[in-house]
């Protein structure tokens, strides 16, 4: 099984800056593979803001693609978003998202989530 512990959110202002850091701690033997980070806004389904695999290949969702980054330490079993130039559409709920196998299987773990909140 896998854990997340999620750690970053707030208010901050159009313009402003936030980081999100996802700590991940696994038991029985799980590896961890894909990390990434995902937003929920009010009424609206999760969508992916950025992801990275374990060899550091990155995808990130079109509207943020240089704005965020996403960075991870495989060592650490840790995924930070580094968020910048942020705009009140980036408003949501931010769920850590780790991806593990075992027994050739693959599973998918969730934070709890954060919030965020980018005011105009």
């Known amino acids: 099984q896998v854990q997340l512990v999620e750690s970053g959110g707030g208010l901050v202002q159009a313009g402003g800056s936030l980081r999100l850091s996802c700590a991940a701690s696994e038991r029985n033997m799980f590896s961890i593979n894909d990390m990434g980070w995902y937003r929920q806004a009010p009424g609206q389904q999760r969508e992916l803001v950025a992801r990275?695999?374990?060899?550091?290949?990155?995808n990130y969702r079109g509207r943020v693609k240089g704005r965020f980054t996403i960075s991870r330490d495989n060592a650490k079993n840790t995924v930070d978003l580094q968020m910048n130039r942020l705009a009140p559409e980036d408003t949501g709920v931010y769920y850590c998202?780790?991806?593990?196998?075992?027994?050739?299987?693959?599973?998918?773990?969730w934070g709890q989530g954060t919030q965020v909140t980018v005011s105009s």
């Open positions: 998202l780790a991806q593990a196998t075992k027994w050739g299987l693959s599973f998918d773990y």
């Open positions: 990275s695999t374990r060899d550091g290949s990155t």
